[in-house]
């Protein structure tokens, strides 16, 4: 089965750090490109950052410099090391995997999610 | 604020159709084919229901079906049920940015 398993939420103070990871399971995360999408409660979805599967890395402007997303092959998992957290990125964090077409195209969508890692930033 | 904008919600009666708008600008929806839709349950991660626009992924209904014209794309759910009951988002890619949402729509179902 084609799965994501986000862990390593909890609660931080403002200026901590916390670590999430997103296990896969069911395809490679290294020849895929596995994006961060955060859901503040009450209000829609924000993309975060994306790793793609030659290594390259993309993010939000309002992460940019404070986080950054990583893998490890052996463990097919990739990570969202979050740094300096501020009380906005308080959110829900979803790893999904990207969409691709039968010509190997990417198409700017997210075919399998995760359930989800809390993260509250507070005092 | 949002990238994209939807309305708060929406409502229909079972086997009637709705209709979900999301508008952007030229940077995004209306520059490029890459517009998708997730439902999203309570308690649950967002499901993709369209994408490319119009496209549906397998296993997806063919009640869902979306489109575009200019800046505002659409999601049509026809023949309403009580499972479609749920929070719908937009999405497209918009350049020098990566990727931006929609706010989310409330579907309920009467």
């Known amino acids: 089965e084609v799965q994501l398993v986000e862990s390593g939420g909890g609660l931080v103070q403002p200026g901590g750090s916390l670590r999430l990871s997103c296990a896969a399971s069911?395809?490679?995360?290294?020849?895929?490109?596995v994006t961060w999408v955060r859901h503040v409660p009450g209000k829609g979805l924000e993309w975060v950052s994306v790793i793609y599967n030659t290594g390259s890395t993309y993010y939000a402007d309002s992460v940019k410099g404070r986080f950054t997303v990583s893998r490890d092959n052996s463990k097919n998992t990739v990570y969202l090391q979050m740094n300096s957290l501020r009380a906005d990125d308080t959110a829900l964090y979803y790893c999904?995997?990207?969409?691709?077409?039968?010509?190997?195209?990417?198409?700017?969508?997210?075919?399998?999610w995760g359930q989800g890692a809390m993260v509250t930033v507070s005092s | 604020q949002s990238a994209l904008t939807q309305p708060a919600s929406v409502s229909g009666s079972p086997g009637q159709s709705i209709t979900i708008s999301c508008t952007g600008t030229t940077s995004d929806v209306g520059t490029y084919k890459y517009v998708s839709w997730y439902q999203q349950h309570p308690g649950r991660a967002p499901k993709l229901m369209i994408y490319?626009?119009?496209n549906r992924p397998s296993g997806v209904s063919n009640r869902f079906s979306g489109s575009k014209s200019g800046n505002t794309a659409s999601l049509t759910i026809s023949g309403l049920q009580a499972e479609d009951e749920a929070d719908y988002y937009c999405s497209s890619h918009r350049s020098g940015v990566g990727l931006v949402f929609g706010g989310g729509t409330k579907l309920t179902v009467l």
């Open positions: 490319e626009v119009s």
């Open positions: 999904a995997r990207d969409f691709y077409d039968s010509n190997g195209n990417y198409l700017y969508a997210f075919d399998v």
């Open positions: 069911g395809f490679t995360v290294s020849i895929n490109y």
